[in-house]
């Protein structure tokens, strides 16, 4: 089967992902079969009904996982795979194990995994496993011992500040806060 | 979420956003309120929810929910009553899902 596994291994489970949002049944589903490294997955599944009246919800990008391309949520990301593209969300935790080419963009940006590019964020968290080369922007930034960062920090409040909005906060975000989104990813399809 | 691009795994992967681009899972459940603009290449597809491209798996689920436009190339199939398939579904036996590294050029 080259095409469905790049291992040769049975389509048995894979590398485990971290068991983070608690497993959740998801709708109108059986069981799957030994369901192990789920990716993108709302954590509080609601009744297929109810599809878009779901409250917070995190979408999970697990280890097994890489993703080519952009990334955007109007809701968290939670990173453990490998992403080659920009990510914009409204909290994004880039986990351990994760590996981002690209930008990230989001209201809190928590890194503990490897980041090349650029941050830009209200609120940036670099944990002591963090590796972060290229510049981060931010309002906000705790840095703990052990980070390794190559590149600026930069507090650009104007900007970071703008990023923000983008990024949708859930008070102040309306249908500006929407379309300004646009013109970012006509730009970056471009 | 929405993703602008590829998503590769060799293992599960459960869709509740918007992707556009292609797919590539061991197992994939498109939920009902997923929606896949590009191919999908699975061993496993339970799609719930909206596909606009191709479909290559083995086996595939057409969930009642499901609204497919394109084709589904498949080996075995089934599809729930209500499911909405505006698609051509070809037959493959097993060897075509098996050689096939590069997705073939069709009309979608």
Redesign the interface.
Known sequence: ???????DKT?D???A?KPVAAPTP????PP???????????SP?PP?AA??THTASV?MI?K????????????D?HLE?EV??DIR?VSVKVGHNAKIKGNVYGEEVELAGTVTGKIEARKVVLTSTAHMSGDVIHQDIRIDSGAFIDGHCRPEYGKADGRAHVVQKPAAATREGLSSVKPNEARS?A | ?????????????????RVQ?SV????L?L???GDVEGDI???DA?I?GRVTGRV?ALNVTL?S?AEVKGRIFHHTVEVARGARVDARMPWRPLNF?????QLPETQP
């Open positions: 089967m080259t095409m469905f596994s790049r291992t389509p489970p894979v590398p992902a998801i709708n109108s589903s799957p079969p030994a369901p192990v490294p789920v990716e993108t997955r709302r599944a297929a599809a878009g979408s697990s097994a996982l890489k993703i080519t391309g952009q990334l955007e949520s109007t809701e990301i795979g080659d593209g969300g399809i | 979420m929405t993703v602008k691009g590829i998503l590769d795994t060799d293992g599960e992967l459960h869709i509740h956003g681009g590539r899972a061991d197992y459940l939920a009902a309120e290449v699975a061993r339970r719930c290559f969930d929910t899902f098996e050689t096939l590294e």
